[in-house]
């Protein structure tokens, strides 16, 4: 796929995520089966959730999709990437005020791990079914699912063992591994086909770009070497990054520097989400190219004054250096978080954003 990424013409989109927790005791939302799998609940309560941003903030664009009722096959404003797992036999326990959560697996042979099984599962059957009935309420469906990662369900169904696998097993785990990946690509497109999108809710700065972002989610990659690495995944995300473009990785540890040269050595990362922490100097510095996606701490910025917080970003922008190669965001902040605080993070990138497109048309 050709991708050209001065035709997105990005400059410095900023999103929240709040976390379910914020939800549930400030709107009352509940996290339950329903809440995913219901196609008049999924329809009803994404709209409601535009319209309580519209109305805290409204100003710096959020909730523009208010007055629509859109039939979104996947949770819009909810981090979770648990589908996936379920879809390959994990047990996931639905809580009211939390994202679902994954029970391990604890696989005894991975080499037995059936690819088409997964899409028999009954899991699998259920989005099917919704998918279905949005179509015939709607006349479509929209959006996309958290598909995770490699790494982060391999550790869903094989537990902590897969690190000694990783020694024990080379090959096998190489298999294995190959083997996620061929169902994560076959999920993805089968839901980027029919919706245009496959990212959106791994990352929301995704739905700022004009070509759909292919972002595969690394966030247990901080449990691994480089060289490990190196060893089992670099190769998928290099024909990962050849295939989907623009290619992206959604890392959110706060090392994600660690990984700056291996990653400079992808032939297409055009997207980065930097998990706070990151040094984001070392990475511009391997990845001039590369559109860097900064991650906000949501539990700092419950401490830091509004100052701080506008200081910080700033920061961060400058040490990116490319305001048309960098986002801001802030996941998951629970609900102590005021809404001074995020409207500062609004107000503060919206400034910035019209101070470098001046300076740009001058």
């Known amino acids: 796929m050709n991708y050209d990424p001065k035709k997105d013409n990005v400059i410095l989109p900023v999103e929240i995520v709040?976390?379910?927790?914020?939800?549930?005791?400030?709107?009352?939302?509940?996290?339950?089966?329903?809440?995913?799998?219901?196609?008049?609940?999924r329809v009803e309560v994404e709209r409601r959730m535009e319209q309580v941003l519209y109305d805290?903030?409204?100003q710096y664009g959020q909730g523009s999709d208010r007055d629509k009722n859109i039939p979104q096959?996947?949770?819009?404003?909810?981090?979770a990437g648990f589908l996936?797992?379920?879809?390959?036999?994990?047990?996931?326990?639905?809580?009211?005020?939390?994202?679902?959560?994954?029970?391990?697996?604890?696989?005894?042979?991975?080499?037995?791990?059936?690819?088409?099984?997964?899409?028999?599962?009954?899991?699998?059957?259920?989005?099917?079914?919704?998918?279905?009935?949005?179509?015939?309420?709607y006349g479509g469906i929209a959006g996309d699912i958290n598909w995770g990662g490699i790494l982060n369900i391999a550790l869903d169904l094989r537990g902590e063992t897969l690190f000694m696998d990783?020694?024990?097993?080379?090959?096998?785990?190489?298999?294995?591994?190959?083997?996620?990946?061929?169902?994560?690509?076959?999920?993805?497109?089968?839901?980027?086909?029919?919706?245009g999108t496959s990212s959106i809710s791994v990352n929301r700065t995704v739905k700022h770009f004009h070509n759909p972002v292919f972002l595969h989610s690394e966030c247990s990659h901080t449990m691994i070497s480089i060289e490990h690495y190196e060893e089992f995944l670099?190769?998928?995300?290099?024909?990962?990054?050849?295939?989907?473009?623009?290619?992206?990785?959604?890392?959110?540890?706060s090392d994600p520097h660690r990984y700056a040269e291996a990653f400079a050595k992808i032939p297409?990362?055009?997207?980065?989400?930097?998990?706070?922490?990151?040094?984001?100097?070392?990475?511009?510095?391997?990845?001039?190219?590369?559109?860097?996606?900064?991650?906000?701490?949501?539990?700092?910025?419950?401490?830091?004054?509004?100052?701080?917080?506008?200081?910080?970003?700033?920061?961060?922008?400058?040490?990116?250096?490319?305001?048309?190669?960098?986002?801001?965001?802030?996941?998951?902040m629970d609900s102590t978080v005021e809404d001074s605080r995020i409207s500062t993070i609004f107000k503060t990138v919206h400034e910035l954003r019209r101070a470098f497109i001046t300076l740009h048309q001058e």
């Open 18 to 41: 709040l976390a379910p927790q914020w939800w549930y005791e400030n709107e009352n939302i509940t996290f339950d089966q329903d809440f995913f799998y219901n196609p008049l609940k």
């Open 56 to 58: 805290r903030f409204g």
């Open 73 to 79: 096959i996947g949770a819009v404003h909810l981090a």
């Open 84 to 137: 996936l797992s379920e879809m390959f036999g994990c047990k996931v326990e639905y809580k009211a005020d939390a994202p679902p959560q994954v029970v391990p697996l604890e696989m005894d042979d991975i080499t037995a791990l059936d690819v088409d099984a997964v899409f028999n599962s009954h899991t699998y059957k259920k989005i099917v079914r919704l998918a279905e009935s949005l179509k015939t309420t």
């Open 166 to 195: 990783m020694f024990d097993k080379p090959e096998q785990v190489k298999e294995f591994f190959y083997k996620i990946a061929f169902v994560l690509k076959r999920f993805t497109s089968k839901i980027q086909s029919e919706t």
């Open 234 to 253: 670099f190769d998928i995300d290099c024909k990962w990054s050849r295939l989907n473009r623009p290619f992206g990785i959604h890392y959110c540890g």
């Open 268 to 332: 297409n990362l055009d997207f980065l989400d930097v998990g706070w922490g990151g040094d984001i100097k070392r990475l511009r510095q391997y990845l001039p190219n590369t559109f860097l996606n900064i991650r906000l701490s949501p539990v700092e910025i419950l401490q830091q004054t509004e100052q701080e917080i506008r200081d910080t970003i700033c920061r961060l922008v400058l040490e990116s250096g490319k305001p048309n190669l960098t986002g801001i965001c802030c996941i998951n």
